[in-house]
């Protein structure tokens, strides 16, 4: 067989096993931890599935901009499988050094590439043999990071009361 057949043959192979990518939209970006040195934040975003069958989410490497300026940069493993044609929400962790001042009312933005793996039987086929490495770009944002919601003190047992009755000593006959 004359090698444009086959060339031609395997980039119909490759294109009958792409998978959709995965899309992401930004949720809300909220504080979980605030220290002298910065904010933890966890951005979470809405990742839909567009296929036939699960893709699998492999690894993130993102960055968070505030206010027009790079916050964080940084890698995360997604760990996650999106199931066929439904959506769901992740988290991305991100920490913004105390210099960004004030993020309640800040704009801001997370981007960069996701990598993923479709699970058809030609894409797992195709991952295997090195050929179906998939990743798609991505950039979302908002305005306004919500505060970390206030540790409640730990709930202390109240202790019985004294004039409470004891209890009856149990009697048999």
Same mark, same amino acid.
């Given at each position: ?45 809405? !990742? ?9 989410? +492999? ?6 901009i505030i206010n027009d300026r790079v916050a964080y940069t940084g890698s995360w493993v997604a760990s996650l499988t999106l199931p066929p044609n439904d959506r769901m929400l992740a988290e991305l962790p991100a ?8 993020? +309640? ?8 590439? !996701?990598?993923?793996?479709? +699970? @058809? ?21 908002? +305005? @306004? ?29």
């Open positions: 067989m004359p090698f444009p057949q086959i060339a031609a043959g395997a980039l119909l192979l490759a294109a009958a096993g792409c998978a959709s990518s995965p899309q992401i939209q930004a949720v809300k970006a909220q504080e979980s931890l605030v220290s002298a040195e910065g904010s933890e934040i966890d951005v979470t975003v809405e !990742l839909r599935n567009a296929n036939d069958a699960p893709v699998e989410l +492999t690894t993130w490497e993102y960055s968070v920490f913004v050094p105390a210099s960004f001042g004030d993020l +309640t009312g800040a704009e801001w933005r997370i981007g960069g590439q !996701l990598t993923y793996r479709a +699970t @058809g039987k030609l894409d797992r086929l195709l991952y295997q043999l090195g050929v179906n490495h998939l990743t798609t770009g991505f950039g979302t944002g908002g +305005t @306004g990071i919500s505060k970390a919601a206030p540790v409640a003190p730990p709930k202390v047992k109240a202790a019985a009361s004294e004039s409470a009755p004891a209890p009856a000593p149990a009697t048999s006959k």
